[in-house]
């Protein structure tokens, strides 16, 4: 069972930047694409970007295009999320997910992802 665990979120300033970290201890990490997703109070979740198994491919959506970095440090075991120029409309709370290429789209839908961390809030707030 693939476990991750975000973090690096907190309150910032409009403008401002965090990165989150989404690390897993599983020697097949570099296997699994993974993706970032948030979710607002009251909204549904959104996927934000994702990153394939390799970190050849990623995909943002429009709304943080230009503003948000996904890369991934295989080393490690972990994806980050840079997040820069920060607005109040990118409060939510972040998780990050794994999803099994094999078989799966590219990018791959919200339900080809099988493990999910606990998230990380982040609040852009003055």
């Known amino acids: 069972q693939l476990q991750l665990v975000e973090s690096g979120g907190g309150l910032v300033q409009p403008g401002g930047s965090l990165r989150l970290s989404c690390t897993a201890s599983?020697?097949?990490?570099?296997?699994?694409?993974i993706g970032w997703f948030r979710q607002a109070p009251g909204k549904e979740r959104e996927g934000v970007s994702c990153?394939?198994?390799?970190?050849?491919?990623?995909v943002y959506a429009d709304s943080v295009k230009g503003r948000f970095t996904i890369s991934r440090d295989n080393a490690k075991n972990t994806v980050y999320l840079q997040m820069n120029s920060l607005k109040p409309e990118d409060t939510a709370v972040y998780y990050c997910?794994?999803?099994?290429?094999?078989?799966?789209?590219?990018?791959?839908?919200?339900?080809?992802?099988?493990?999910w961390g606990q998230g990380t809030q982040v609040t852009v707030s003055s």
């Open positions: 990153i394939s198994s390799l970190g050849i491919s990623t």
């Open positions: 997910a794994a999803s099994d290429p094999y078989g799966s789209s590219w990018p791959p839908r919200e339900d080809e992802y099988e493990y």
């Open positions: 599983e020697f097949t990490w570099d296997y699994y694409a």
